[in-house]
């Protein structure tokens, strides 16, 4: 029977989710009592109402504290940026007159 060395074992791989708050937060914030007094702030870019449902429901799922707030243009995405001072914008890809490429380069 041929065992395997542990160090040669790969680390469990985290859902989307998880990876999401580990970029945003790092791991070592994720359940510290300084992340729990405050509110993640999404930008969600999208057009499709359930699409966008989806993503708060992933954020909810994770329990992770967050407001968020949904574009669909680039005019708004511009404006949001500056009042709503997002920590992450989670963006579609292509929308019928705005690109998260655009959004990036933003």
Same mark, same amino acid.
């Given at each position: 029977?041929?065992?395997?060395?542990?160090?040669?074992?790969?680390?469990?791989?985290? @859902?989307?989710?998880?990876?999401?708050?580990?970029?945003?937060?790092?791991?070592?914030?994720?359940?510290?009592? *300084?992340?729990? @007094?405050?509110?993640?702030?999404?930008?969600?870019?999208?057009?499709? @109402?359930?699409?966008?449902?989806?993503?708060?429901?992933?954020?909810?799922?994770?329990?992770?504290?967050?407001? *968020?707030?949904?574009?669909?243009?680039?005019?708004?995405?511009?404006?949001?940026? @500056?009042?709503?001072?997002?920590?992450?914008?989670?963006?579609?890809?292509?929308?019928?007159?705005?690109?998260?490429?655009?959004?990036?380069?933003?």
């Amino acid at each position: 029977m041929k065992t395997h060395n542990s160090k040669y074992q790969s680390s469990p791989k985290l @859902d989307p989710v998880e990876q999401l708050i580990n970029i945003v937060t790092g791991p070592e914030l994720k359940n510290s009592h *300084a992340w729990k @007094d405050r509110s993640l702030r999404v930008l969600i870019v999208e057009d499709i @109402d359930a699409d966008a449902e989806l993503m708060e429901l992933e954020l909810k799922r994770a329990q992770l504290p967050f407001v *968020a707030r949904r574009v669909s243009s680039r005019e708004e995405f511009i404006e949001a940026i @500056d009042s709503f001072q997002p920590d992450i914008v989670l963006a579609d890809y292509l929308l019928p007159q705005f690109s998260a490429l655009e959004a990036l380069e933003f």
